[in-house]
């Protein structure tokens, strides 16, 4: 059985039960949903997402077409890989004298 997540007055979150063989994917989706241009800074991503309390956001080209989805996820993973590199960048910078 497939659950349809409805925003109530008190910021609550229903789950309504909805009969699989009966239920449009339109109906499930966002009528008007937030978007980001995919040149846009990730901050801006996240910013959005804090502000709207969802956690993936439709990417759109310039000219408005639909280029890809953008999770709270796959931002996370890139700042963290990016912090890696940070890291192993400073381990071979720092001075061999200071290594134990």
Excluded: Y
């Amino acid at each position: 059985m497939a659950t349809k997540r409805v925003q109530a007055r008190e910021n609550t979150v229903l789950a309504e039960p909805l009969d699989p063989a009966q239920t449009c994917v339109a109906s499930l989706l966002a009528a008007h949903p937030r978007t980001i241009r995919e040149d846009a800074p990730i901050e801006g991503a996240v910013r959005m997402m804090r502000a709207g309390k969802f956690r993936r956001l439709p990417v759109i080209n310039s000219g408005n077409k639909l280029v890809g989805p953008v999770s709270l996820d796959d931002i996370l993973a890139q700042l963290i890989e990016e912090f890696r590199e940070v890291g192993r960048l400073l381990q071979e910078e720092r001075p061999r004298d200071l290594v134990t």
